[in-house]
C-alpha cells in the first residue's frame, strides 16, 4: 500500500516568501528521512515553498481564474509531503509518528494512495494504459 503522508507546518499559511527553514531542524528532519530509505519504505518527498510564492486557479462556472498567494481564507498549508510504501495504515501512522516535527502545532495528514486496481473495470478502462505509461516513465 502507498501512503502519502502531508506535513502541514503550523502557521505556513501565514509565511512570507523567504522563509527557510532552521538548519537544526533540517538536519533532523533529514536523520528521519534517511531512516525511511534505510526501512525501504520511502518513494519519494519533497518540501513546498510557502502559499505567499504560489498560486491557485478556481474554476466558477468551467472557466479557470487565476489567484495569486497569499490566500487570506486559508488555515492551513501544506509544507511539503513524503510517499511511503508499507502494509498498512497503522504503519504509516508509525512512521508519521516518529517525524521530528518543529512545532507543537504541526500535523501529519495520512492518506492511502488508490492503486488502479481498486477501482472498478469501467473507470481502469477509461484510464487506459496511462497509468503504466506513468510508472515507465517513472523508471527511466
Known amino acids: 500500500m502507498r501512503f502519502m503522508m502531508l ?43 510557502p502559499p505567499t510564492k ?8 468551467g472557466k479557470p481564474a487565476v489567484r495569486p498567494g497569499p490566500f487570506p481564507d486559508t488555515r492551513e498549508a501544506l509544507g511539503g509531503y513524503w510517499m511511503i510504501r508499507v502494509n498498512s495504515q497503522e504503519e504509516a501512522i508509525a512512521w508519521a509518528s516518529r517525524c521530528p516535527v518543529p512545532q507543537n502545532n504541526d500535523v501529519i495528514e495520512i492518506r492511502q494512495v488508490f492503486e488502479m486496481e481498486e477501482f472498478p473495470e469501467d473507470v481502469q478502462k477509461a484510464a487506459g494504459d ?8 517513472a523508471k527511466n
Do not use: C, Q, T, W
Request: no cysteine; glycine share 10%.
Open 7 to 49: 506535513m502541514i507546518p503550523g502557521g505556513y499559511e501565514k509565511a512570507g516568501p523567504d522563509k527557510m527553514p532552521d538548519p537544526k531542524a533540517v538536519e533532523a528532519m533529514m536523520k528521519y528521512n534517511e531512516a525511511l530509505k534505510e526501512a525501504g519504505v520511502l518513494l519519494s518527498l519533497d518540501g513546498l515553498h
Open 130 to 137: 496511462f497509468p503504466d505509461r506513468m510508472k515507465a516513465s
Open 54 to 61: 504560489g498560486a491557485r486557479i478556481s474554476f466558477a462556472a
